[in-house]
């Protein structure tokens, strides 16, 4: 079997690569032409731990695996990070195990990958406010990902913590050398074109009312059961798209507002269908929310391209 380490994932994709990835993922998905199957849920033997397992198939292209998703909170006190991924690739012919893939560092840039494909096609193409809701390590990411399909020159950094707000910014104007400030929500959401959720939240960040006509929010934050970063309210009256539109309404963004009898499946709109024609943006008023809460495809076709090019660098070790 070949092993891809997460060191070498991580030399081999850049983010303009996940992106084109995903988006290509996207268009065979609302075709019809990949399946996602059913996230199972576990946990480990101590409190507070997690894992998922997303599998899924992109039939064009004969891809087909699985990625294991872990969250164990101890681990920073053993100097390891708490979040782990691995993506296992299956032969298309026989199903044997073909290659395993340190995924970690991939599915940061497959995250940030997806929201960028919906801030591409529905945000205001004019969009230059980014404002960013969560300072932690995969909103870096995120930035990442909307600077490469929108001319962001202001982004607003919302956290709990002001002072690791004020660092999250610094970080942005030296590094990016764009202009970023600490703000409170409002503030931020009184100039933003496009706001982006990345927290772990379990009750809305900001109100509804204080989202200004026009704005793309994308919630990137909510993956299990009982994570909710937006108002209800705010669901109730925008336009609607998700990555995978029953598992949104299940553990994604959109199920306390489904449980509310706010929204149905019918109201929301695959983004791969938006790929494939379906009406996205349509006004240059309208809000838009696009709800990301993950999907094995995101991560097959990010590791396949990995495996590809590690393989054409010689990367690729054999066990």
């Known amino acids: 079997m070949k092993f891809v380490s997460e060191e070498v994932a991580a030399r081999v994709v850049t983010m303009g690569e996940a992106i084109e990835a995903v988006e290509a993922m996207f268009r065979e998905y609302g075709c019809g032409l990949a399946k996602v199957f059913p996230v199972a849920q576990g946990h480990g033997p101590d409190e507070g731990t997690s894992f998922s397992i997303k599998s899924g198939l992109i039939g064009a292209s004969r891809k087909v695996g699985l990625k294991v998703g872990s969250y164990w909170p ?9 979040h782990a991924s691995t993506t296992l690739l299956l032969n298309p012919d026989t199903g ?12 940061c840039l497959r995250t940030a990958a997806s929201d960028a494909v919906a801030v591409r096609h529905l945000s205001r193409p004019d969009s230059r406010v980014l404002a960013l809701f969560g300072a932690g390590h995969q909103a870096w990411f995120e930035l990442q990902a909307v600077r490469e399909v929108r001319p962001i020159d202001t982004v607003f950094v919302v956290n709990r913590s002001p002072q690791a707000a004020d660092a999250f910014a610094r970080r ?15 503030a931020a959401l009184d100039a933003a074109d496009i706001a982006v959720t990345i927290t ?3 009750g809305p960040l900001f109100e509804a009312a204080w989202v200004r006509p026009g704005t793309h929010v994308s919630a990137m934050g909510a993956d299990q059961p009982g994570k909710q970063e937006l108002d209800t309210a705010l ?5 609607l798209f998700a990555d995978v539109v029953q598992q949104s309404l299940a553990i994604g963004e959109y199920e306390a507002a489904c449980k509310a009898g706010l929204v149905d499946a019918a109201r929301i709109t695959p983004i791969g269908a938006v790929l494939n024609g379906a009406p996205g943006r349509t006004s240059a ?14 991560d097959i076709a990010v590791c396949s391209l990995a495996l590809r090019k590690a393989g054409e660098l010689g990367l690729v070790l054999t066990v």
């Open 74 to 82: 101890g681990n920073r006190a053993r100097g390891l990070a708490a």
């Open 96 to 107: 044997y195990p073909e290659a395993l893939v340190g995924a970690s560092h991939l599915t």
């Open 172 to 186: 942005i104007r030296e590094e990016m050398g764009i202009d970023a400030a600490c703000v409170s929500a409002r």
């Open 200 to 202: 772990a939240s379990r």
């Open 235 to 239: 669901v109730a009256g925008a336009s």
């Open 285 to 298: 008023g309208q809000i838009t929310i696009y709800d990301s809460s993950g999907m094995a495809l995101q």
